[in-house]
């Protein structure tokens, strides 16, 4: 299949100027007044071009004078997660994943209950003095605001999916209600548990073969072989429900009968060395695995959360033996790679990777420092955490070396400090968080570079998405209709030159847990400075100037990229609207 596609294929709502203009043009008929988050997130959709304007018109009808961010969720038209990562890269504030981060007792105490429920808030966590509040929608100043009133500490804001956020207010309330008015049932139900921790005990005395032990273990070898970050264990009514994180997502993958659940949380908690008399406070140990497991030597972090229907626990699974990708690796086109080996290997100048939080952004800087890390070369990082171990490459010192590598430019300073060594005979690499190439241009003129100094440093820019893959054992063909590709909004000449093509879907196997996907591909749009870019920054040209100028020069769009990887079997149409949206 034909991989390498013209690079000036567009799909409608991409195309330069239309549809993104304020007041949302292009929407048609005369919508119903809206707020301000309305507006924009109208704007961000538009401009991905994934929603047919007549549907986001109609949802905003629909949504009125209420929420048209959660109207659009409510009509299937966005997913929640989807929505908060667009909203937290508009407002440059961190995406939080709250099932990764969990909820601390102590944070969420911090603010009452039904304040959090009308703005739809959570503190999850209070670090270095401040309390880290997740916010569905950091557009409500007002709101947040309110949250500053209502605490001592200062706030650290971030952006969560305002489905978990009301997971998780859902959660306090019935635990609050679990510890307060029904402390009888939960006594009844402690000594029930209290009957099988003894039986638990013994087994850590040694019958290694009980088969608490062995499912614990089943669980723990499965979830490592299948490639997962997490493994979620929360008790239902009737059950433990085991859920994984692969690729991103959550999945379920088992439910234990309620009668074992008591062994297999205290087992657990014995295994992370936690305390298994206590089942009221949030706990947090980990588990060493002697031996490697599936091949992935792994460093296991549990916490325990009480709920009402009795601990429910996370354990978190970092591969401590994580070898960087390289380029190739990584999914990038050929041709492509070929331009990102000729930038890396430039004496000086700003390589800049962007997107949103969870795109790849640090694998592919290391992928790229693999391949220039030789001995010869000195390379420097300002990262924390290390994500990665690289041989040869030293991480702390900080000198005047060959490679700078700054994690990310997150304000005014390590801006400046990037661009500063970049024109000062360095070659910077570094991250940023803005959707896409054309935005990071204008994006470090906000921060207060020079217009001239952002064209001179910038040699290259980079955007990144992650889709998952189409499991290989079981993706079928399809061959859409005309119709069907420009429902999923192919532009008509693309729709109308694949008529007939073959393309591919999911379907589900026990390989890739019936979800259809196994692994993931990056999904990239590399543009490369030339003269014209470099004087539409110096006269702080609008990031769609930026866009149109790089495209004439054959710089492709995420969504084209995307379309190529699609047609190449490698992921679904339906999971390229989900990253890029
Ligand atoms: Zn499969």
């Given amino acids: 299949m034909d991989i390498e596609r013209p690079p000036n294929l567009r799909t409608p709502g991409t195309e330069p100027g239309s549809a993104t203009s304020p007041g949302g043009a292009g929407l048609g008929g005369t919508p119903p007044p809206i707020n301000a988050l309305a507006e924009l997130v109208a704007d ?39 929505l908060a990562r667009t909203l937290a890269a508009r407002y440059q504030l961190p995406l939080v994943d709250l099932a990764l981060t969990g909820v601390t007792d102590e944070a969420s105490g911090e603010i009452a209950l039904h304040v959090l429920e009308r703005l739809v808030a959570m503190p999850y966590a209070i670090e270095d003095g401040t309390l880290r509040v997740a916010v569905a929608d950091p557009g409500n100043i007002q709101g947040i605001d309110e949250l500053r009133l209502a605490t001592r500490y200062p706030l650290d804001i971030g952006v969560a999916a305002r489905d978990d956020i009301l997971t998780e207010i859902r959660r306090l309330a019935r635990a609050s209600e679990a510890f307060g008015a029904r402390a009888a049932v939960q006594e009844e139900l402690e000594s029930l548990e209290e009957e099988e921790e003894a039986d638990d005990l013994e087994v850590e005395d040694g019958i290694s073969d009980a088969p608490l032990v062995r499912l614990v273990n089943s669980v723990i070898f499965q979830a490592a072989e299948d490639g997962a970050s997490d ?10 429900l085991v859920r994984f994180r692969i ?26 060395k936690l305390d298994i008399a206590e089942r009221r406070k949030p706990q947090d140990g980990r588990i060493s695995l002697n031996a490697a497991a599936a091949g992935r030597l792994l460093d296991v972090r549990v916490a325990t959360l009480p709920t009402v229907e009795g601990e429910s626990i996370v354990m978190r699974l970092l591969d401590k033996s994580k ?47 693999t391949e220039i890390n030789r001995p010869e070369i000195n390379i420097i990082t300002v990262e924390d955490p290390v994500e990665y171990r690289l041989q040869g490459v030293n991480q702390v010192q900080i000198n005047t070396k ?59 820019v980079l955007a990144q998405r992650l889709a998952r893959k189409l499991c290989t054992h079981c993706c079928e063909m399809y061959t859409p209709g005309v119709d069907e590709l420009l429902k999923a909004r192919v532009s008509p000449d693309i729709a109308a030159a694949s008529d007939g ?43 769609e100037d930026i866009e149109r100028a790089a495209i004439g020069e054959g710089m492709r769009t995420l969504w084209d990229d995307g379309l190529a990887k699609v047609a190449a079997g490698l992921t679904s149409i339906e999971e390229l609207a989900r990253v890029s949206i």
């Fill in 501 to 543: 093509m073959v393309f591919y879907r999911k379907k589900g196997c026990p390989r890739c847990n019936q979800t259809g996907y196994k692994g993931r591909i990056g999904i990239y749009q590399l543009l490369t400075m030339s003269e014209q870019l470099e004087s539409l920054a110096v006269t702080k040209a609008s990031r």
């Fill in 323 to 369: 070898r960087a990708p390289t380029l190739q690796e990584l999914g990038m086109s050929d041709e492509m790679r070929a331009q990102l080996e000729i930038l890396i290997r430039k004496p000086t100048g700003a390589l800049l990777v962007c997107g949103p939080t969870g795109s790849g952004k640090s694998t592919t800087l290391y992928a790229g420092l």
């Fill in 44 to 82: 961000l959709i538009s401009a991905t071009g994934l929603v047919p304007a007549d549907k986001l018109a109609m949802v905003r009808s629909a949504a009125g004078m209420g929420s048209f961010a959660h109207a659009l969720v409510e009509q299937n038209v966005a997913s929640s997660e989807g």
């Fill in 247 to 272: 690729d991103g997502v959550l999945q379920e993958v088992q439910r234990i009968p309620k009668r074992m659940t008591p062994g297999v949380v205290t087992r657990l908690k014995v295994l992370a």
């Fill in 231 to 240: 493994v979620h264990f929360e008790p239902q009514e009737d059950s433990l």
């Fill in 402 to 460: 060959d490679v700078v590598m700054v994690g990310e430019i997150r304000d005014g300073e390590t801006a400046k400090i990037s661009i500063e060594a970049a024109l000062t005979g360095h070659l910077v690499l570094s991250t940023l968080h803005t959707n896409d190439a054309p935005q990071a241009l204008t994006r470090l003129s906000e921060m207060g570079v020079e217009p001239f100094l952002v064209g001179a440093a910038v040699s290259a």
